[in-house]
């Protein structure tokens, strides 16, 4: 399986593209009556119990799971915390508890559920039990159920005549039969085995190694289906994990160039039959052996590659390239129908302007598939005015992305809040299910565990912790969150200098940090040079706490936009985490630049490569975007004329990512004898001040040795006096 490709900004109307990366279905309540809900049922009676303790023989487990509500009784030691459980044998959607309690009762207690017995999470939370009977509504799923006791009621243990789960049972494969649309022009469904399907889904971003681990996680969200991007020789366990949860998959096949960086090549769809030759040889292998699995619920051909291809091509050339494609999808639809004739076929692209080339091109795909994030309800309108004759799916969606936001004050995309990001997922499912008969469910965009730039905006997971939209996702699918544990929320988060914070010094941040539940945080602060340099990775800065909500961040050296990150943790495996740019800009230098637009020369230049021509005079312009930039050779040489004998004190030299390991400063009266002022062998770019104390005409820098394997370049070379 091929993971997500990296998040990007793609042009065009109604785009609505991945993220590294970067999902609807309307409900079937909306497309026809629902199947009957399975009943209630008893789970616990007779099943496996164990507890932490029992006071004595005649008080075991067992004898709050046999039925009898006033004839046995299980009993604990009389300290804290205690608790008991019950093996349900297989997983089970669980609807409520009941704990009938004797005289020494839980005050303080939690109803917990797992999976494995051993990774809990809790369903419910009780404070002020007055005993008796305690009737508790839960949502969630696990096989193992337990009362955790956190407070008695007095000084003897905890003690239930009976502790009943109730529920509907879980764990098994997805239902069997095949998997239709049906339904007429306005009126589909999604069928599997002839009873509606709504997908409620996530894209999937884990290892597929990790899939035992994650989900359990996914399917106690209510979601049923996953998404990924390409399907081949290691996708069966991820399969196999789905299907022992009971989710599907809609398994994907990836078609070049795909929808932005990293996608690869730009194929000619016209005269290219080799590449599609190959391409539909691959599939249809991987379409045989994944026909009859349990968990797959359809076939999914190429991700946005009809707007992909423009930056491939333009003009006539791009309108044959974009009919061809979507010639050769259908091309691919037939050969996957001819081997299942089970499991539907469909096609992602996110741009609606794809589908006038799908119903012109490919009639034989079953449904349309759309990523759409921030203008995910005009998905509806473009359908309808399109006058389209098939359903369609989201297939990523969520938040507003990178490319749908305005700049802030910075020039950077301006991220939305966690509490605005929970708001978007909770838009894009009102939108699917708004579209009755017509959307036939969502995989929204992202169960991803990546804690970096593209995982913050988008993961609901990014490195194992919970956020707001992992809430609101949640709700969307299973109807509710009560009884969890929610993330710490953040608001009014502020930078300040937020436009020129000093490389190397501190400026500070501030915000509004609650948690709902009253838990004691945490915090962790972030800095992504995304922006500065393209790296995507968080790394944690150097900070300290200054009170009140504020907190003292050490700027990078590098120079540039950063984005700064606060990720408040509860300690139950939930964060917020909110972001705002910073502007780091060159620590301010008194006195005057005497270098400023003076005659600047130096042993070479680059005529021509990226931003260049790069002349030395670039490096004393007083801009800092603009650069000098030398040869690829060692040693090099850059040098300021003057004018006249001047008092230098400091230098500023700002560099580009090309810089200088070893360097000298050297001064001179007449520009042909110099004397070295100052040496280092261990420059690491980014900004050097240094002090000098001489008087001179001319000012050079020597540059012995290069710290990249490019030459040595200066946005700055500052003389102050």
């Given at each position: ?5 990296s998040?990007?900004?793609p ?17 079937s309540?909306?497309?026809?009556a629902?199947?009957a809900?399975?009943?209630e ?7 496996p119990?164990?507890?932490s303790?029992?006071?004595g ?5 067992s004898?709050?799971v046999?039925g009898n509500?006033?004839?046995?009784r ?5 300290s804290d915390?205690q ?27 939690q109803i917990?559920?797992s ?13 002020g039990?007055d005993?008796?009977t305690?009737e508790?509504?839960v949502?969630?799923s696990?096989r193992y ?26 764990g ?13 022009q ?9 009873r509606?399907?709504?997908?409620k ?12 681990k994650?989900?359990?996680?996914v ?14 020789g ?7 994990s789905?299907?022992e949860?009971?989710?599907r998959v ?9 929808g932005?960086?990293?996608s ?9 039959t080799?590449y599609?030759n ?9 379409v ?9 619920l359809?076939?999914?051909v ?10 491939c091509y333009g ?9 061809a494609?979507t010639?050769f999808?259908?091309d691919?639809a037939?050969?996957i129908?001819?081997?299942d004739?089970?499991?539907p ?7 609606t302007?794809?589908?006038?080339y799908?119903?012109r ?14 203008d995910i309800c ?8 399109g006058g ?6 989201i297939?990523?969606g969520?938040p507003?992305?990178?490319?749908e936001?305005p700049?802030?004050?910075n ?9 605005q ?11 699917v299910?708004?579209h009755r008969g017509?959307?036939?469910?969502a995989?929204?965009f ?10 913050i ?7 194992g912790l919970k956020?707001?939209?992992?809430y ?7 109807g ?12 009014d ?6 436009a ?13 940090v609650?948690?709902p ?5 945490s915090?962790?602060?972030f800095l ?7 790296d995507?990775?968080?790394v ?10 504020t907190?003292?961040?050490k ?11 606060i ?5 139950r495996?939930?964060?917020?985490i909110?972001?705002?740019?910073v502007?780091?800009?060159?620590p301010p ?5 005497v270098?400023l637009?003076k005659?600047?020369?130096a ?10 021509p ?7 312009d007083g801009?800092a975007?603009t ?15 003057l004018?006249?004998?001047t008092?230098?004190r400091?230098?500023?030299?700002v ?11 050297q001064?001179?009266d ?14 690491n770019?980014?900004i050097?001040?240094?002090?000098v104390?001489?008087?001179a005409r ?7 040795a290069r710290?990249?394997g ?12």
């Open positions: 399986m091929s993971t997500a490709p998040y990007r900004r042009p065009g109307r109604r785009a609505v593209p991945l993220l590294a990366l970067g999902a609807l279905v309307a409900s309540l909306a497309l026809a629902p199947p809900q399975a009943a049922t008893l789970l616990s009676q007779g099943k119990a164990t507890a303790s029992q006071e023989d005649g008080y075991a487990p004898a709050a046999d509500l006033t004839g046995t299980w009993a604990s030691r009389w915390p608790w008991i459980q019950v093996d349900l044998g297989q997983r089970s959607d669980l609807s409520r508890a009941v704990l009938t309690w004797e005289g020494a009762y839980g005050k303080g207690y917990q559920a999976d494995n017995g051993t990774d809990w999470r809790t369903l419910k939370t009780v404070t039990g005993g008796g305690d508790i509504a949502s969630g696990g159920v337990r009362m955790l006791g956190t407070e008695r009621s007095g000084g003897y243990g905890y003690s239930l005549w009976e502790f009943q789960v109730y529920g509907t049972t879980d098994t494969p997805p239902a069997a039969g095949a998997v239709k649309v049906t339904g007429s306005g009126d589909w469904q999604l069928t599997v085995g002839g509606p399907y709504t997908v889904g996530l894209t999937w971003g884990p290892a597929i190694a990790d899939a035992p994650y989900m359990p996680d399917k106690s969200m209510g979601v049923n289906t996953i998404r990924t991007w390409g399907t081949d290691g996708t069966k366990p991820l399969l196999d789905a299907a949860h009971g989710i809609v398994n994907g096949f990836w078609l070049q160039p795909g932005g960086p990293g690869g090549g730009c194929v000619d769809y016209v005269t290219d080799t599609k190959n391409m539909l040889t691959e599939f249809a292998k991987w045989e052996a994944y026909k009859s699995h349990p968990a797959t359809m076939w999914n190429g991700n946005e590659s009809v707007l992909g291809l423009q930056n003009g006539a050339e791009l309108e044959a390239q974009r009919n494609y010639g999808v259908n691919v037939k050969k129908h001819s081997i004739p089970d499991h076929v469909t096609s992602t692209d996110a741009w302007g794809a589908w006038p799908y119903k091109n490919a009639p034989d795909l079953d449904l349309y598939s759309m990523n759409s994030y921030g005009g998905v509806q309108e473009d359908w309808e005015e389209y004759t098939k359903p369609y799916i297939t990523e969520g507003a992305g990178e490319w936001v700049d802030d004050a020039g950077v995309p301006d991220e939305p809040t966690d509490v990001k929970a708001a978007g997922y909770t838009k894009a499912w009102d939108c299910t708004g017509v959307a036939l469910g995989t929204l992202h169960y991803g565990v990546e804690h970096d730039f593209g995982g905006w988008f993961n609901l997971v990014p490195d956020r707001l939209s992992y609101a996702v949640k709700k969307a699918y299973s509710s969150t009560s009884g969890d544990n929610t993330p710490p929320v953040i608001t988060m502020a930078v300040t200098p937020a020129s914070a000093a490389a190397g010094e501190e400026f500070t941040v501030r915000a509004d609650r948690d539940d009253g838990d004691p945080m915090y962790k602060v992504s040079g995304n922006y500065a340099s393209g995507k990775r968080l944690e800065a150097e900070w300290r706490a200054t009170g009140n909500g907190f003292a961040v700027a990078p050296e590098k120079l540039g936009v950063w984005k700064v990150y990720q408040a943790e509860d300690g495996g939930n964060a917020g909110e972001t705002k740019s502007k780091v800009v060159a230098v008194t006195g005057t630049n270098a637009n005659p600047t020369t042993s070479s230049f680059q005529p021509s490569y990226g931003d260049c790069c002349e030395p005079a670039k490096a004393t801009r975007d650069r000098w930039a030398s040869d690829w050779s060692d040693p090099q040489w850059i040098q300021v004329d004018g006249a004998a008092a230098v400091k230098l500023q030299l560099w580009d990512p090309a810089y200088a390991k070893s360097y000298e400063v001064v001179s007449n520009g042909t004898t110099w004397r070295t002022v100052h040496t280092t062998t261990a420059g770019g980014d050097d001040t240094i002090d104390a001489a008087t001319h000012v050079r820098l020597h540059l012995t710290g990249t490019w030459g040595y370049s200066l946005h700055e070379f500052g003389i102050y006096s």
